[in-house]
């Protein structure tokens, strides 16, 4: 029910979750549970510029846990992959056509929604008065310099990437048609970006966010190596 891109830099109050262990500990939501952002405490600011510090951190743990396709996939084909976030450049080769593109959430339970005529519906709740929530959800094929493998790009990582969110990609552009591939998406293809990718599970790879390679600004040159220097002039042997 929470869209990402609204609450990058925010904080979340959660109240009324259970504990529980699923390869690590996690907390899970309840019917009891409530999320609310920015909540009305005295030391927000506090919260908000303190984590606003650790970003950086997190980007340099992120550019550590850089890796090749090739590494990836060894990894998987070894068992020693573990689950884990890590960065790729690459770029997407292939489209799956066969899946879709988006996806539409119940804004009241977050489950799937499905389409009637000019509108969607739940099977568990009425949404006849809100609108639905409009997730991307692109199966793809990404290739580097060493390999290629096949990838999910999750709602935050295309929206990166086509710069229009999911909703006006749908609502306001007219592309209606979750299994007809809209040009912004399709001309993604063949250009090159950094990607952060999740191992799952199952060791499927899930794509979370997705910006422009870090280029490397050339050396400025040392002019003391690379002046002309004039030529000497030419010297006559004059004998006496």
Known sequence: MIQTEDIIGKVFAITATTVTYFNKLQLES???????????????????????????????RASLNHITI?????????????????????????IDNLRTWFYVKCPKCGKRAYPEKDRFVCLDDDIEEEEPIFMYCLNAKITDNTDSTEVVFYNEALN????VSCRDMVINLGNRNPKVFPDKITS???IPKL??????????????KAEN???????????????????LPQLSVVRV
Do not use: W
């Open 160 to 163: 990166d990437i086509v710069k």
């Open 70 to 94: 090739a590494d990836l996939k060894k990894k998987i084909y070894n068992k020693t992959a573990q689950q884990g976030h890590y960065t790729c450049t690459a770029t997407i080769t292939e």
């Open 195 to 208: 990607l952060h990718i999740a191992m799952r599970n199952d060791n499927s790879i899930g794509v979370n």
């Open 213 to 231: 390679p870090k280029t490397i600004q050339p050396a400025t040159p040392d002019p003391k190596k690379t002046a002309t220097k004039r030529p």
């Open 188 to 190: 993604a293809k063949g």
């Open 30 to 60: 309840t019917t009891s549970t409530t999320i609310d952002i920015n909540p009305p405490i005295p030391d927000l600011q506090t919260y908000v510029n303190r984590f606003q510090e650790l970003v950086p951190l997190a980007e340099q």
